[in-house]
């Protein structure tokens, strides 16, 4: 067929065409890819939190109100969780409400 060296025009540009790209991955392996529909930085900051290890919450003197304002939106969402359920009980019985809470729960 053909002697050594002798290639057809199609293997000729994949062979150049793979040298190309691995040599472009050599050369900056580093740069991060980016796509066309990627935000361009305009996402919003984080926000900072003023308490990241919640000793402002511990030192509340509603805590528990605050518990139970912030399971609220889980109880809504009726998941089925066991320890979100118990969870839900530990902070009903704390706050002496556990009677309205079984019944609410027996309403809806």
Do not use: H
Request: net charge positive; with cysteine; charged share 30%.
């Amino acid at each position: 067929m053909f002697a050594a060296g002798q290639f057809t025009d199609a293997e000729k540009k994949a062979k150049k065409k793979a040298k190309k790209a691995a040599q472009k991955v050599q050369e900056d392996p580093r740069k991060p890819t980016t796509s066309a529909n990627e935000d361009k930085g305009l996402e919003a900051p984080a926000p900072k939190d003023d308490d990241p290890d919640g000793t402002k919450l511990l030192t509340s003197p509603d805590g528990l109100e605050t518990a139970a304002k912030l399971l609220q939106p889980l109880i809504n969402l009726e998941l089925p969780s066991m320890s979100l359920w118990v969870t839900v009980y530990d902070v009903a019985i704390r706050r002496s409400k556990l009677y309205r809470t079984c019944i609410n729960g027996i309403v809806s």
